[in-house]
């Protein structure tokens, strides 16, 4: 054999060796999956927002979620995205029929129902467990029409209004807003004599949607029925349009035309704002950024509207979705039935944010990282006695300003009151027709004309999903 | 065994060497590479669009062209074709000439002309998001530095003040400041990649030529519009048609300045291609908007085509 001669790299070896190289990437994963796959039902990839209190996630959940893993054998994988992304990755992960066995939306996916499994069994167990599901969550999480549970609910937010109390009381109403007249009559004065307006959406974002369907309801209309026939064209629907612009012109500015959804904590906290609709993040975020404008928010129940009607939309409903293609769907049960066993923690570790979905659910024996509540046997036990004696005040802080909340199981509801959530209601909610509408007349449009504009766009939209199959009500 | 043959010590004739082998085989990834992450998306989009298909729904149904007649009915996918023609059209002419200026500018020698040139390229080479956002910022209702400005050089936020009485400008609240706002954000991205196009164009044009005209007493501006900008021709003709597809295509300053408000005002293809096909679940009506797109681009890949192949023919 001839001895080889030292030489340059001819273009012969760097195609042998491009080659060898793309053929070696190319095979990688295959030769790991043999390893995936022997780790089957002994694994859970979970895929979650990352929580509005971050305490929620880095005290707390994450540490839950691997202790529950070691305990039960199972390795447990969490991941955080930012809120905006877990729709488009879910859509992605079902498409491609990979990805994370679990995943937690803010909204109900009724959208993503045929990709996801049926969790009757789950729900119908946590009931016999825990006791009676909140009617809300049952309706964010299961569709009447094809009888299937595409999620499992274990909290919901509440979405109160917020107000600035030295504001109010200065225009003579210190306990805040009653009815929706009063934020014309008293914020409007406030933006008059004092100079700081109301902050109620009218973007095309999360919190506006809410707080126009608030409204709505609270004007005894909405966006369908019980029945799920689309019911938003109608005189009431009208007045509270007609309300909404006279709203906007006596205490609000454009800005509300270009919110985000972190936009009314920042007003809020900022001193920009005399009346906000959110959760109690936006003050948890005010007592560690201004504990001065934080001591002087406080809440007040829904607004009731010209007949007495009063009701919110729960700020976030947090549904777990385990799709089909999940190898781990027995394992990702068991572990939906331990958050909701252990949802005290939840509670306390988000200061309060998270409520539960399951008010039966017996209180742990033993240490629970927080200072024992006494008498306490349940989680409504826990939550009436944090809501009447709040545990993250600040040193001089009122402690009770929480109280008006304990009850808000009472008046809060889901996005498709009075009926289920569903493609067709999640649609009209992802596309803004509703705060649009609103925005719309507060821009100068007749109120019959938006109206009518919005109801063209819903008929359309329930139509097109009628026509698979899931959403009922007519045509 | 040797890798030469016989007694002549020649190299022995290999598969590799034959040039109709080498030259597929090389060219392959790039044409890999095509259509995995351009034909095959470009195929699953018409696919989809023919279809019921959802983001929940794995199995499709033909449905004919049901979903371009849904869509050419909604008034919001009108109003996000006008929007995306205008935030097109009006950035790219913006850029024309402010990318012309600072090339002029920027030929010139001057003390600190390359730190000068990196921050105009830094817009280009920071992420897109990261920048947007710090836009949205610069432009926030409530805390806007811009009208803080404003403010102070007494235009705004007093009585008879020239630009109004309210304390802001509702940058994006208000729906013409908000498409403005777009506009100029992504005037400010796009900028420098045209700047250094035209740059590279301005440097090829040979100074004797230039001479001779300012010897025969041409001003700078005949100079400009009867020597520079038509020598600068085809190279403009690439800036310009590389903005108006990044620009047609473009989500992101959009979707991070105002989500496609107030009211859809400033809704544009992608962004409404992807409210409606991902966050709504519709992808089929989503794949209907983004096909929209089709047309024109190809109107533009094709005059691309055109123009790269006469200028290797020059």
Redesign the interface.
Known sequence: ??K?TKKAIT??DF?KTAGAGVLAAGMGPTIFIPRQARAAGKELKILQWAHFVPRYDQEWFDNFAKQWGKENGVEVTVDHVNIGQV??RA?AE??A?KGHDLIETFAPPA??????LDLTDVNQEAERRFGKQLALCKRSSYNPNTKKYYGFCHGWVIDPGDYRKSLWEKVGKPQGPETWEDLITYGGKIKEKLGVQLGIG????LDSNMASRALLWSYDTGVQDASENVIIGNERTIEAVQFMSKLYKAAM????????PA?NN??LI?G?ASYILNSVSAYRSGQKKVPEIAKDVFFVPPLKGPRGTRWTCEHVIYNYIVPTYSRNADTAKKFMLALVANYDQAMYYSELYNSPAFFDVSVPKGNRGYAKVRGAKNLRDLNDAWFDKDPFALPGEATDKLKPLKDAMEWSTNVGHPGPAS?AV??VF???VVP?MM??AA?GMKPETAVG?AET?TK?IFD?WR??GLVGGKM | MSDFDGEFGRPRSHIWDREQVLAPLLIAPAILYIVVLVGIPFCMAVYYSLSDATTGSQTLHFVGLRNFQAVLKDAVFRKALLNTFIFTLVSQALVLVLAKILALALIKDFRGKWLARFLILLPWTAPIALGTIGWMWMLDSIFSPIDWLLRYMGLLGAPGALLGANSNLYWLGVPSLAMLSVILVHTWRMLPLATVILLAGLTSIPQEILDAAEVDGAGFWRRLFQIMIPMLLPIMTVAVLFGIVFTFTDIAVVYILTQGGPVHSTQVLASWAFFKGIEAGDLAQGAAVALFLFPAMAGVAALMLRLARRSEVA
């Open positions: 054999m001839a080889k273009r012969r195609i729709v488009p859509s079902l498409a029929g959208q993503l129902e045929p990709s996801l009218l973007s095309q974002e500015t454009p800005e509300v035309f270009a919110w985000a936009s920042r007003a900022a920009k493609p999640g649609e992802g596309t803004f649009n925005a719309n821009r504009q766009l359309a097109k026509q698979k």
